[in-house]
């Protein structure tokens, strides 16, 4: 029987548009990314040193380019979503791209709990680059986690994990990446939003009695068993 051939028709894209990682350029030479909205602080890294040399160079003769490379794949993707959150009164904030990065780059290294994402925003070389040299304090990445949890939920979070590690060519021993960093995205990403709203649950009944010694006392063993 003769097959008939039918003329084929390309079905334009209709899912949801959200951070479009799956369309976003693969990262090329480091460059300046400023942040050019007034709302926030400028996360730029370019101007940090360490010693003689600058903070780019370091990572590059440490085997890290991947990180630099990491960040400029950050920077190209919409993050409109998440900015729409902010006011323009009151003192400018972190940008979402820079405690967002720190949490990529945390999964990336297999330290996501609050604590540890804040440790290596003080002690990380890679973390400085991703954050601009900005300390991020544990409640202030609850804090976002908290803000952003419609938007940044497990399916998200394991998405860009497996686009980041596909993007970047990211292997077994760079950068602590195997398979199971992208399998256990969504269970990692879950207790880091059960930290993050225990967290918030403490501080806010601690605020509730401003006096009360005992609920403070509850409101920090609360934040231990966070930790």
């Known amino acids: 029987m003769r097959r008939i051939k039918r003329p084929t028709k390309r079905v334009a894209h209709t899912g949801p548009r959200g951070f479009e990682f799956c369309q976003a350029a693969a990262p090329g030479a480091a460059k300046r990314q400023p942040t050019s ?5 400028d ?3 370019s101007d ?15 085997g890290m380019r991947w990180v630099i490379e990491l960040r400029q794949l950050l920077a190209s993707l919409d993050y409109s979503l998440l900015t729409v959150k902010y006011s323009e009164r009151g003192r400018r ?18 330290q996501l ?10 002690a990380n070389i890679g973390a400085w680059w991703i954050c601009g040299g900005r300390r991020l304090d544990h409640s202030t990445i609850g804090k976002f986690v908290q803000l952003h949890e419609e938007v940044l939920g497990q399916e ?19 950068a602590s990446i195997d398979g199971t960093v992208v399998e256990s995205a969504a269970s990692r ?5 059960a930290e993050a709203a225990a967290l918030a649950a403490a501080r806010q009944a601690a605020q509730g009695a401003p006096d009360d010694a005992a609920e403070h006392q509850r409101a920090d063993a609360a934040e231990q068993v966070a930790r």
């Open 189 to 193: 990403w879950k207790l880091v939003q």
């Open 43 to 45: 996360d730029d890294p």
């Open 48 to 62: 940090i040193v360490i010693g003689d040399r600058r903070l780019e160079q370091v990572l590059r003769d440490s």
């Open 37 to 41: 909205d007034d709302r926030f602080l």
């Open 156 to 174: 998200f979070v394991s998405a860009l994990a497996a686009w980041v590690v596909q993007r970047l060519g990211l292997r077994a021993g760079v």
């Open 113 to 122: 709990a609050l604590r540890e994402l804040e440790q290596l925003s003080v």
């Open 93 to 110: 904030a972190l940008h979402p791209r820079t405690v967002l990065g720190l949490i990529v780059y945390g999964l990336c290294v297999k």
